[in-house]
Each structure stands twice: as C-alpha cells, then as structure tokens.
C-alpha cells in the first residue's frame, strides 16, 4: 500500500511550530512496510486543504492527517475530509463520555463537543492523553483515511497503539527492520563495502547518513514477524563482520545510549574534561536517563589557567605547544581521572570556529584523549571537505569521545582511525 500524509495548521506554514508529525508517521508506516509517496503541509483553510484531501485519495492508497482535531474554530481537518470522502458527522458516545469524564472538575465549554463529532461508521481511536479523539475508516472506494491529533504528545501513543493495529489488519505480510549503526566509517565508503547485499530485494539492505555517523537498514517481509527477523539475522551478522569495529550496535538510538548502558555493565565511571565542546559530551551523556550511576563529574575548561588550576595540565604543556594539542589533551584526560577518582577520563581541546584557526592548527582541528589512570589514548580530527559549521566539529568530537569510550570498554583499538 501507498500512504500520504497530511499536516494540517497554519502554524506550521509559517515556522512557528516545528511539523515533527511527519516523521513520527513516516517511521510507523516504514516500520508497517507501507510506502509514503507524498508528505505536504495545509494551512487552516478549508479550500486548500479540500483539494489536498481529493488529491491525496486520487493517488494514494492511505491517507493521514495530523492536527486540527481540536474544539476552535480553526480546526477544520475533521470536517473537511469526512465531507471529501462523503462522511457526515456524527455524535460518537464513548468519546462525548471521554469528554465529560475529562472536565469532570469543570472547564467543559460548548465547543467542546465539536471533538466527538466523528464521521458515521468510523473506528475512533482514543485519545489518552488529550481531549480530541482521532478516527479510521474506508471510503466507498476502499480508500484508508486516519485523522490524528497534532501535538506529538497526543499523536504518538494514539499512532502506535491505536492507528497501526487498525492498519495491520490490511497488510498481507509482516515487516521487520534492524538498524546497524556505524561510527568512523561514512556512507560513502561503507555503501561500496555492501554494494552486492543492496541489490537484493528481500531482505533488502540500504545505507544512511546521519551527523557525523550512518547506519545500514536490514529490512525482511514475511508471513510472520519471527520469520521476518530471522530473513534479517545473517545479513546483519555480514554487516558487521565486513564494517568490522566500526558498527558500535544493532538497533540502538545513540552512541550515548550504548556508552551508558555499557558503562553500567563494566561497573565503571566516567569523568569529562571539556574545552571547544563545551559540555557538549556531558550533555550527551546526562541526557540519557539513568547516567547518574556512571558520569562521575564534567570540567569546562576553557582558559588555560583553568586547564591548569583543576586538571593539573602542566604550564609549560600549554607555552609549548599550545591549548590545542596532543599534549594538552592528553594532561586534561589525565588530570580529570585523577581529580575526580573515576575509572575513565575524556580530554577534549581543539577550534569549532568560525574563527581561530591558522594554517598550522586549522578551524575544525580536534585532539580527544581517554585515560584509565594507566594508560592514555590519543585521537586526532582533522577538518575534511568543505568548511563545517562549529556546531558540527563540536558534535562530531562528542561523537569521537563516546566511540573511543565504546572501543575501550569493548576491548577494542581506542584510536582506531
């Protein structure tokens, strides 16, 4: 089947808010083995988004809609598209009851029952954590239309907990899809690496470019799920053994996820010391929920005095060869294991720019250190291709420092190029 989605708000025309519906659907449908054709967004305006409904169920086998379910005025979707696909409109019981039920307390104004107003002979989709439901059904031509709320926080459970049971029930095969995740080695070069796996078709195999890393899609069809996944097993075993210590994991969100679950197996924590980052790591690393029990400490270092004041990097380390260098790197990693008693350190120091770079020590110019006390480790980024942004050199060096923490743990080159 072929789907289309539908953003419905003025809002987003205009930027005000950012249209993360999309995506959220986009990955379900992928998930489901349904391809989406088309993605475009409406404003609140009932002739435009009249001909985007008639378009979309002209070419496409599924429609969605996100956004403007809710009680004013201006949230036309509901009405709009069951008129499109020849619905009318009509009092839905259990979501009038949802609806009392949730201003029990009060608030319940008059438009509010605008929200349980659902086209006749719909499968409403409850809302649990908001106040409008959403609803499925077929048109007299067999089109599937699917109207979702807007704000993610109402859109996403209602996706996968209601939506995508109703559209599984009209899918012939099941999917499944594994994600190999790859750091140091770029889409490029692992793409001509699995050139004869990507002309298969089931499981077919394609490659991806994210920030600073990529990953290799395995995705099977079959009749069951167990089926499915076992279709994928040995092309993903392929992929690993041909990236080799380059793919940090199977289907894992983040670097900073894997560090920290890995951290907690090895009983170890970690201790950052940071110069152009920023903090950046720390970030990264805290952001994942349960961090506490390995992130020991972060140091900002940014002004030399400091570097030596906290980390102990030595003065004549710095005049020598400067903030920026292997040496300078490697006394912060050792200095925040040893200041802080934690079982890994990070040195970061380098020039994210725009400015700051000279011909020696080019903008985008990175050392990254990682000490256990013992022994130190030293990598080097050097700027690639066209100039990037100091957003870009500041993640990827995050990125570089989490990989090595990966390598070290995994007992594998630390700083492996």
């Known amino acids: 089947m072929q789907a289309e989605v539908l953003s419905v708000g003025t809002e987003l025309l205009l930027g005000q808010t950012v249209n993360t519906d999309t995506t959220i659907v986009a990955k379900a449908l992928s998930a489901l083995g349904i391809d989406l054709l088309y993605a475009a967004v409406v404003g609140d305006n009932v002739g435009r988004l009249e001909k ?58 008059e438009n509010q029952m605008k929200q349980a107003m659902l086209p006749e002979g719909c499968t409403a989709l409850k809302n649990d954590n908001g106040t409008a439901p959403g609803c499925a059904f077929r048109t007299d031509k067999g089109k599937i239309v699917i109207m979702l709320p807007g704000p993610p926080s109402e859109l996403t459970p209602m996706l996968h907990n209601y939506a995508v049971p109703y559209l599984e029930k009209f899918q012939s095969a099941v999917i499944a899809s594994h994600s190999v995740h790859v750091y140091g080695r770029g889409e490029a070069p692992v793409a001509q690496m699995i050139e004869d796996l990507m002309e298969q078709s089931n499981p077919t195999v394609a490659p991806y470019a994210k920030e600073g890393e990529m990953f290799v899609r395995v995705t099977a069809k079959a009749a069951t799920k167990e089926e499915a996944d076992a279709m994928c097993v040995p092309v993903v075993e392929e992929l690993k053994k041909r990236i080799g210590n380059f793919v940090y994991g199977v289907d894992v969100e983040t670097l900073e996820e894997l560090v920290v679950s890995e951290l907690k197996k090895a009983g170890k924590k970690l201790a950052t010391a940071e110069s152009c980052t920023g903090g950046m790591l720390a970030k990264r690393i805290t952001d994942i929920p349960g961090s506490s029990a390995v992130f020991e400490t972060g140091c900002v270092t940014y002004a030399n005095c400091v570097k030596e004041r906290l980390l102990g990097v030595p003065h004549e380390t710095l005049v020598t060869y400067g903030a920026v260098s292997e040496q300078t790197a490697r006394a912060m990693a050792e200095g925040i294991v040893r200041e802080s008693g934690a079982d890994i350190g990070v040195g970061i120091t380098g020039i994210a720019g725009p400015d700051g770079g000279t011909e020696e020590k080019p903008v985008g110019l990175v050392y990254i250190a990682l000490s256990d006390g013992k022994n130190t480790w030293v990598a080097k980024r050097q700027p690639m291709g066209r100039l990037k942004s100091r957003e870009w050199h500041r993640h990827c060096a995050a990125s570089k420092a989490l990989d090595m923490v990966r390598r070290y743990l995994a007992g594998l080159p630390v700083d492996e190029a």
Do not use: C, W
């Not at 379910?69 to 979501?95: F, R």
């Open 52 to 109: 985007a409904v008639y378009d979309a169920l002209d070419r496409s086998d599924i429609l969605i809609t996100t956004g403007g379910l809710g009680p004013t005025g201006d949230d036309l979707t509901k009405e709009t598209v069951a008129a499109a696909a020849g619905k009318k409109l009509v009092l839905h019981e259990q979501s009038y009851q949802h609806l009392l039920d949730y201003f029990a307390n009060g608030g319940m104004t």
